[in-house]
Structures are given as C-alpha cells and as structure tokens.
C-alpha cells in the first residue's frame, strides 16, 4: 500500500490480523459438561483458560466468531503498567496500599507474557523496552512531575526525563523501565493451541447468549448449553449484566495506523498528556530490520458530535506526518475500549448473587496486561479462593467521591443521548431523500413510524436496518469509515446488514424493508 492520501477510500485492515493466519476450531455441538467455561476468546478469556488447564481443571472456551479478532486483535499492543498518568490518581482516590496492588498486578502481568514466551518457545516479537508519558505542553509538567512521585511511591521504576528518543522535542515525560510490546496474536494463537484437547475445547462460532447461575452455572449459547463449576464472562462487554456494568463504565473508540517511515523508528512506547492523547510505538513486520510506526489517538465516545470517522483517520495521518517522515500507510483500524468510572477494571465475582460466576472487563485502553492481570486473579479466585490483588479490581467495590461524580455525568450523557435520539428520529424523514444517497453513503431516515438506518453499497443496492440498537433502545450512528451501525450509549456495534460485531447487544439490527 503505498499511498496514504484517502485513508477513508480503503477499509480497515488490523496489522496484527493481517500478520497472522485465520483459525478455523469447530463450533459447539451442544451437551459438555465442564469444570469451567470460559466465555470470550479476547486475551483475558485465553489467560484464564491456559491457567486453569495448567491448574488441572477441564476448560470450555467459547468465542461468538474467531478468536483474537475482535478487541484483541484490534489493539496498540503494549504490555506496560504505564496507563497514562494514573497512580497520582489512584493514590488520591484509592490510597498508596492499593495503588500499589493495581501496579504490582500490571507488572507480574508483564511477566508472565515473558514467561509464558519463553517457556513454550512462542516467537511473538516480545521485547523489553521504555515506555514513556509525555508533556504535550508545559502547562502539563506538573502533574507528569506528580505522576513520577506517585509511580515511584508504589514501588515501579519511575523517573523524570527531558529527552526522549522521539525525533521532536517533549517539555517532559515520566519514563518506565523495562516494560514490553508483543504480537498479540501471534502470542495468543500459540496459547489457544495449548488449550485445546486433553479434555479441554477451543470453540468458535458459539455464541453466548444467556447464563443461569443456579444451583450448577449454565451458558446457554446459540449452540445448546454448557454446564460448568465456574464460568468465566471475559466478553469486551459482559454478556451478563444484573449488575449494571453498561452504567458503571463507558465507551470510547481510538484510531490506529502502522505506517512506512524513512529511518528506524524511535525505541520504546509513546503517550501523550494531550486531550486527546496521542500514541506510538514501532512493531517488526519482517525478518530483519523492516519495521513499521504504530501512530494513533483520536479517542471519543462513539457516535456524538464531532468529526465523522473518516476525519479521525486522517487527523491521525496528519500527526504522522508531522512528526516523522512518512512513505506510506500500511494498515489502519480502530480500537474499541471501556473505561470504568473510577479508571480501575473489575475482576472477580460478576455480582453478589451469581455464585462461581466472574468477571474480567473495563480495563481502559490498557487491555494487554489488565486482560493478563484479569486471567491470573480469575484463575486464583476459582482454583485457590483467593489472589493477592483481588481487593484493589473487586467488581462489589464502592464508588469514590470522584468516581460518583463521573457515574452521574457518563449517565446524565447517555440520558441526554437517549432523548435527543427520539428528537432525531422525528425529524429524519424531513432530511433524508434516499435517492440523494451516494455509493458507500448512509443516514437515518423514518418510514412508516419507524427510525431505519439506510445505507447504499458500492454497488448501488440499498440495505435497511432498523436504528434501534436492542441493547438499550439507543439510536445506532454511521461509522462512514469501517461502514458499520455504532450505539454511541454502551459501544455496540453491527455490520450494514445488522449483524452483531460487538455487544453489549446479543441481538442484531432487524432488516427491514423500504
């Protein structure tokens, strides 16, 4: 690919999908019983089976499509405890005692990737490195000045740096030491491997549709049903929600490019203080020296106002650009991430109620070591009881004062979006003539009482969706750049034709006709 100009006349293409072979396991047949069912093929549901297969239990792992493609496979691929400038905020809310759970269990996540890599033999480009946060302006050195004290306060290898291998000038960044990147699939491929047989399943197309907790766990998939001891929901989105998860964390979606520059690449991983922030890191894509540039940001809530999907691309190729010498864009995707309202993931028990049944979910853009965190305790909690850092993610845990105050304004944001939907709906059919639609174009129109997401593909064929996400009744929004329907309330998102790409919605977008 060697012209980057339209990025939005190409469809995404994940580097790390495009690097690696297609799986093919078998679906579920229907009738297993189990000691633990793992739902969810993403790298919190792989770490947690490959755990407990080691730890003598018979694993069902079950992935709704392919594993490691969804969120998984759309990541930047940091294995790092640096999420940002988070421990002067956790130490401020949480205190130092947890703060440092939550950096000791992100740490021993770094760990057991290496280890795992190195005992098995997995060739997943995983290589120690420096991870750095840095100062968009100076108005932004303070609290990278707090964060150092912090970080190193919890005991991580913290310190404060002027100079970074970036080839432009930062005011000042907060460096971590001997933090790590990887090839996510290559690396999760391998432990799927390991997984399937000896009384253990790998299944793909088998999607999770409800889970009675009582008195046995059972998952009722699309398939039949799987009876377990413990079922593990490591869904991006826990498909099973009496705990209302869809209002204790948000979405927000990041853009991604791996592009071609003149020179080697800076060493280490790049984010900035920036509003919205701004990420960088190099990946081998060959043997030998080729390496690309993974430069990227433009985080939002999916679907409200601004810039349409295809700009975010481009403002993102234009960071690029500026700040390296750029000969082409190679690969482009995007990311979808939930965020907790007090920036910490849960882990453990799904709810109060539903015995042997966990969860692993919201680990806010820092999914490859909070995935591999999530496994490690969910493992502990199911064959020991207990694990050292289960307190710090503990799903039950009461909300700070700040993160109350974040409950109110994320909810008081989906309330509002809720109601202008239904303003947005009536007035629909007044702007929309379908003819006026182009190739590749869509809008929301209202036929026959109804809100209808229309859109017109290449060829000229118009396909008609109703707007109604199942989830929560939200009205889906036009991603014009991967061409998919999006719930800007809890991060659903679906094909032009319907079909369910991500929940938390189980169901898809009914067809309708015109």
């Known amino acids: 690919m060697s012209d980057a100009s339209t990025p939005d006349d190409r469809r995404p293409e994940s580097l790390w999908l495009a690097t690696t072979p297609t799986t093919d396991y078998g679906p579920f047949d229907g009738g297993l019983e189990v000691d633990v069912a793992v739902v969810g093929g993403g790298i919190t549901g792989l770490t947690a089976a490959i755990e407990l297969k080691e730890a003598g239990r018979d694993v069902a792992l079950l992935e709704s499509d392919r594993i490691v493609e969804s969120t998984t496979g759309h990541t930047t691929a940091k294995l790092t405890s640096q999420h940002g400038l988070i421990y002067d905020t956790l130490t401020s809310q949480f205190g130092d005692e947890r703060a440092k759970g939550y950096a000791d269990a992100n740490e021993a996540a770094i760990d057991a990737v290496e280890r795992r890599v190195e005992e098995h033999g997995i060739d997943c480009d995983f290589r120690r490195t420096e991870a750095y946060t840095y100062a968009a302006s100076s108005d932004d050195l303070e609290a990278v000045r707090d964060e150092v004290a912090a970080a190193q306060g919890v005991g991580?290898?913290?310190?404060?740096?002027?100079?970074t291998p970036l080839p432009y000038d930062v005011p000042?960044?907060?460096?971590?030491?001997?933090?790590?990147?990887?090839?996510?699939?290559?690396?999760?491929?391998a432990i799927a491997e390991r997984i399937d047989g000896d009384g253990s399943h790998v299944f793909e197309e088998t999607r999770a549709l409800d889970l009675e907790p009582r008195p046995r766990p059972c998952v009722e998939t699309n398939r039949g049903e799987v009876v377990a001891d413990d079922v593990v929901v490591a869904t991006h989105f826990p498909f099973f929600d009496r705990a209302g998860y869809f209002s204790r964390m948000h979405p927000h979606r990041a853009y991604l490019l791996a592009v071609r520059i003149a020179g080697t690449p800076p060493e280490g991983m790049f984010y900035s203080t920036s509003s919205p922030p701004a990420t960088i890191r190099s990946q081998p894509v060959a043997e030998g020296d080729d390496e690309l540039l993974i430069v990227g940001g433009q985080s939002h809530k999916p679907g409200l106002d601004g810039p349409p999907t295809s700009e975010r691309y481009r403002r993102c190729e234009a960071f690029a650009r500026e700040h390296f010498?750029?000969?082409?864009?190679?690969?482009?995707?995007?990311?979808?991430?939930?965020?907790?309202?007090?920036e910490v993931p849960?882990?453990?028990?799904?709810?109060?109620?539903?015995?042997?049944?966990?969860?692993?979910?919201?680990?806010?853009?820092?999914?490859?070591?909070?995935?591999?965190?999530?496994?490690?305790?969910l493992s502990d909690l199911i064959v020991d009881g207990a694990n050292p850092w289960a307190d710090v993610f503990d799903p039950q845990r009461l909300p700070t004062s700040s993160a109350a105050k974040n409950f109110l304004e994320e909810n008081a944001k989906v309330g509002g979006s809720f109601v202008g939907d239904r303003i947005e709906s009536l007035l629909a059919s007044l702007r929309t003539d379908l003819e006026d639609l182009?190739?590749?174009?869509?809008?929301?129109?209202?036929?026959?009482?109804?809100?209808?997401?229309?859109?017109?593909?290449?060829?000229?064929?118009?396909?008609?969706?109703?707007a109604i996400c199942p989830h929560m009744d939200c009205l889906v929004r036009w991603n014009d750049a991967e061409r998919t329907w999006d719930c800007p309330c809890h991060g659903s998102r679906f094909t032009h034709e319907g079909d369910v790409l991500s929940g938390p919605a189980l169901e898809g977008l009914l067809y309708r006709e015109l």
């Open 156 to 163: 991580l290898s913290a310190s404060y740096v002027e100079e």
């Open 172 to 189: 000042g960044a907060v460096r971590f030491d001997d933090q790590a990147e990887f090839h996510p699939r290559k690396y999760l491929l």
């Open 325 to 342: 010498d750029v000969e082409s864009v190679e690969y482009r995707w995007s990311t979808m991430d939930y965020s907790p309202v007090d």
């Open 346 to 377: 849960f882990i453990g028990p799904i709810d109060p109620v539903s015995e042997g049944v966990y969860v692993g979910t919201g680990f806010n853009g820092w999914g490859m070591t909070g995935g591999t965190a999530a496994g490690l305790i």
């Open 438 to 466: 182009s190739p590749g174009e869509a809008s929301v129109v209202r036929r026959a009482g109804r809100p209808m997401g229309v859109y017109r593909d290449d060829g000229g064929t118009v396909h008609a969706v109703s």
